[in-house]
T-cell receptor
Framework: GQSLEQPSEVTAVEGAIVQINCTYQ??????LSWYQQHDGGAPTFLSY????GLEETGRFSSFLSRSDSYGYLLLQELQMKDSASYFC???????????FGKGTTLSVSS | DGGITQSPKYLFRKEGQNVTLSCEQN?????MYWYRQDPGQGLRLIYY???????QKGDIAEGYSVSREKKESFPLTVTSAQKNPTAFYLC?????????????FGPGTRLTVL
């Protein structure tokens, strides 16, 4: 089956850079996705990596190393509004539904 | 506006009662999903459907049932067999193309069983 590991909590200050790591074990790999969820809200898509390397989207970047079964989400120039939970996710073995990690709660302070 | 709606936002039920959570999408997506979220547990897959009149069990399907009679609707019934039904339930949809397929989530229904 699929399993993902990510830290439960990360704290940082405004303006800083933070990296949220994710390691995965999968039977079949279709890529690594990242979602953001503010408290009580709906998860929203942030990024997707199918190939090794870094994908940049504004202040957020995502990295994948398939040989290490590892990826990370990099958040730069942190703002208070970035305080949220961040989930990494992979498709299930059949490639038909996302399986999520338990999430990393990011707290940004001033 | 295209999107996913879930109703109601908050739902209270007595123990032993079945309850049905609504999920409707107007994104013309083929695939729909139900997840359960508990504190510290992330999102766990309950059921999903890739096409009308077909659905598959996820990791925690016991005590739940679904139907997919229409492309835009995927209701979830929480039965009395579900031992701990109090949770935040999230519905999602996608084009169902795997790989980079993005899932779009509804606002969720918070179910409390008294």
């Amino acid at each position: 089956g699929q399993s993902l590991e990510q830290p439960s909590e990360v704290t940082a200050v405004e303006g800083a850079i933070v990296q949220i790591n994710c390691t995965y074990q999968t039977s079949g790999f279709y890529g690594l996705s990242w979602y953001q969820q503010h408290d009580g809200g709906a998860p929203t898509f942030l990024s997707y990596n199918a190939l090794d390397g870094l994908e940049e989207t504004g202040r957020f970047s995502s990295f994948l190393s398939r040989s290490d079964s590892y990826g990370y989400l990099l958040l730069q120039e942190l703002q208070m509004k970035d305080s949220a939970s961040y989930f990494c996710a992979v498709l299930n073995q059949a490639g038909t539904a996302l399986i999520f990690g338990k999430g990393t709660t990011l707290s940004v302070s001033s | 506006d295209g999107g996913i709606t879930q109703s109601p936002k908050y739902l209270f039920r007595k123990e032993g009662q079945n309850v049905t959570l609504s999920c409707e999408q107007n994104l013309n997506h083929d695939a729909m999903y139900w997840y359960r979220q508990d504190p510290g547990q992330g999102l766990r897959l309950i059921y999903y459907s890739q096409i009308v009149n077909d659905f598959q069990k996820g990791d925690i399907a016991e005590g739940y049932s679904v139907s997919r009679e229409k492309k835009e609707s995927f209701p979830l019934t929480v039965t009395s067999a579900q031992k701990n039904p109090t949770a935040f339930y999230l519905c999602a949809s996608s084009q169902g193309q795997g790989g980079s397929d993005t899932q779009y989530f509804g606002p969720g229904t918070r179910l409390t069983v008294l």
